[in-house]
Structure formats: structure tokens, C-alpha cells
């Protein structure tokens, strides 16, 4: 007879381990799904970056390209004001040497 309780008492225990590990094995399936929803944030938040940084670099580079374009023109009408300024002054000689004659 004690040996029926004695295993009755370790089938309870082990039921009860058994039942506590179930326990912890549900906590884990829960913490690991928690953690690939956080993972799947971050990724989504990661490839958001990527895809803004992109888009920045594009348009950085669209504004070197325009950049380089204005100062092509500025660097243009420079030498057009240049050219119109000694064509003025060329005529200011002229005027000045017609108003001495």
C-alpha cells in the first residue's frame, strides 16, 4: 500500500512538473512571438530609412546637378558682363576722344 501512494505522490509530481513546464513553454511562445513582432518592426522601420535615405540621396543629387547648372550660367553671364563692360568702356574712349576733335 505505501508503494501505490509513493507512485501516486511522483505521478502527482510529475504532473505538476510536467504542468509547470507547459506553463513555461507557453511564457517562451509568447516572449518569442513578442520578439518577431519587434523584429518585424524594426525591419519595416529599418527598410522605411533605406528607402527615405534613397530618396534624400536622389534628390541631394538632383540639387548638385541643378548647382552645377546655376554656376555654369552665373559663370556664362560673368563673361557676358565682362565682354558688355569693356564694349562700354571702349565707347566711353570713343565719346571722349569724339568730344575732343
Known amino acids: 500500500m505505501k508503494k501505490k ?36 518592426r524594426i525591419d519595416r522601420n529599418v527598410e522605411d530609412s533605406q528607402s527615405l535615405e534613397k530618396q534624400l540621396q536622389e534628390r541631394i543629387a538632383k540639387l548638385l546637378e541643378k548647382e552645377a547648372e546655376l554656376t555654369e550660367k552665373k559663370k556664362n553671364n560673368q563673361v557676358k558682363m565682362d565682354r558688355l563692360s569693356d564694349k562700354l568702356s571702349k565707347i566711353k574712349k570713343i565719346k571722349s576722344e569724339m568730344a575732343d576733335i
Do not use: G, P, T
Request: no cysteine; hydrophobic share 30%.
Open 5 to 40: 501512494k509513493e507512485e501516486k505522490e511522483k505521478k502527482f509530481l510529475l504532473r505538476e512538473a510536467i504542468l509547470d513546464i507547459d506553463k513555461e513553454l507557453k511564457k517562451l511562445d509568447k516572449d518569442k512571438d513578442n520578439l518577431k513582432n519587434q523584429i518585424s
